[in-house]
């Protein structure tokens, strides 16, 4: 199994289909799982997908739209139920406080984990870096056209460094000191620069419910892994632009200004029972490797540049 890669638990928008279930995604980086919008029915999905209570360590909500945060109860309370050992930071919209609440709150349950509120406001921006992160990584927010408020967030890895063998081997490094001058950055007079060349670290993004606006544009720049809402194909884009949602045509076209390698598409609503012509919208403006979700689906992340 890749250490790297999207878990589909649900791809429905408003109104679930008999093959789509409401929304729920699950970000696996190495070791860390981070789950975005876990709609109504998440914690089945979660048993289809063989994803665990302990395989989440952060939950992103974009909105309180139902399709997006109705699994919220559920998933609480297998976390606490299954007795988490570290905390679980949760993210959504500050104005949606009373939203999150009532949900953490939504029936009577034993309190054996630490869930930790990190409501987002403003533009967005880097949020705390919080929970059981063992991999260097930021987690970024930023806000979304939608009739109720809504942010989108980006896992950003630090760039790294990839040493060049040929470099090592021009100045005679070999055996224990490679890793001397990794550890300490210089050995004699060779840099780890001298001898290496910037590796950039890894990007996913993932966008909901939003009409086109800079935030989008923020967060699929250079994006890896792109998740991102194709409610509507083009002949229907009035209805996209009145609710608030993207088509599969504008989901391509960032893509494509973006630089992104891996296009998901997902939240497809459910006047479409054929997701074809999403597919052949699509690939009229991005000509990367395209993903239509369907439930219970693994994507894996791109393999580094």
Known sequence: MSARELVVLGTASQV????RNHNGYLLRWDGEGLLFDPGEGTQRQMLHAGVSAHDITRICVTHFHGDHCLGLPG???RINLDKVPYPVPVHYP????QFFERLRHASAFFETAELRPEPVSGEGGPLKATGRERTPFAVEAARLSHPVESYGYRLVEPDGQRLLPH???ER???GPDVGRLQREGRLGATTLGDVSETRRGQRAAFIMDTRLCEGVRALADGADLLVIEATFLDADEHLAEEHGHLTAAQAARVAAEAGVRT???THFSQRYPDLEAHLTEARLHFDGEIVVAADLMRVPVPPRR
């Open 16 to 19: 679930p289909t008999r093959h």
């Open 75 to 77: 998933v609480i309370q």
């Open 94 to 97: 500050a104005s949606g406080e």
């Open 167 to 169: 470099k090592l081997r």
């Open 172 to 174: 005679g490094i070999s």
């Open 263 to 265: 296009l998901v598409l």
